[in-house]
T-cell receptor
């Protein structure tokens, strides 16, 4: 199993540009989520999904969109990038029975 | 609502000394509790978790944590620190069916 994969690893955007961060898992987990990590702030939940076709907002959803058309994929879209979205983004999926959450390697995003 | 408080954003110990990282949580129902470790420029790795059963939980790399319901705490300990333990540690809480909420993290430094 590859686990949770994220692409790209690094990305630089200009203010106003849009992009999609990709996330995929091969563990057949229903629950997936996106976090951003900023110094001194820990990991903050952006959006999450409890299954295909079902998504909901987390603590910091503004400026981000998600969709879940398949169990495997959970992309995160930045509609119009802002410098405040400079961060490291982590995707995760969770095993239903143990509640153990598996994290991807992260995407480091810089918005100039 | 759930929340997690990690006391001390930075803890410094000498090699061979006891490691104690503090975590307090708030939860209206029995929680699931986790400790994750993050080495520089890497993703998050699960150290240990408490879901049900024995309140003293052993994890990887010699770490353990004790769930104390009366104190709403889940402190992480290791009897003897190694240089390789230097990293950032995150405590997290979840309830059945809900998102994983993280504390802001504690950076552990180990000196020789």
């Amino acid at each position: 199993n590859a686990g949770v994969t994220q692409t790209p690893k690094f990305q630089v955007l200009k203010t106003g540009q849009s992009m999609t961060l990709q996330c995929a898992q091969d563990m057949n987990h229903e629950y997936m989520s996106w976090y951003r990590q900023d110094p001194g702030m820990g990991l903050r939940l952006i959006h999450y999904s409890v299954g295909a076709g079902i998504t909901d907002q987390g603590e910091v959803p503004n400026g981000y969109n998600v969709s879940r058309s398949t169990t495997e994929d959970f992309p995160l879209r930045l509609l119009s990038a802002a410098p405040s979205q400079t961060s490291v983004y982590f995707c995760a999926s969770r095993e239903t029975s143990t509640y153990e959450q598996y994290f991807g390697p992260g995407t480091r995003l810089t918005v100039t | 609502a759930q929340s997690v408080t990690q006391l001390g954003s930075h803890v410094s110990v000498s090699e061979g000394a006891l490691v104690l990282l503090r975590c307090n949580y708030s939860s209206s129902v029995p929680p699931y509790l986790f400790w994750y470790v993050q080495y520089p420029n890497q993703g998050l790795q699960l150290l240990l978790k408490y879901t049900t059963g024995a309140t003293l939980v052993k994890g990887i790399n010699g770490f353990e944590a004790e769930f104390k319901k009366s104190e709403t705490s889940f402190h992480l300990t290791k009897p003897s620190a190694h240089m390789s333990d230097a990293a950032e540690y995150f405590c997290a809480v979840s309830q059945a069916g809900t998102a994983l909420i993280f504390g802001k993290g504690t950076t552990l430094s180990v000196s020789s």
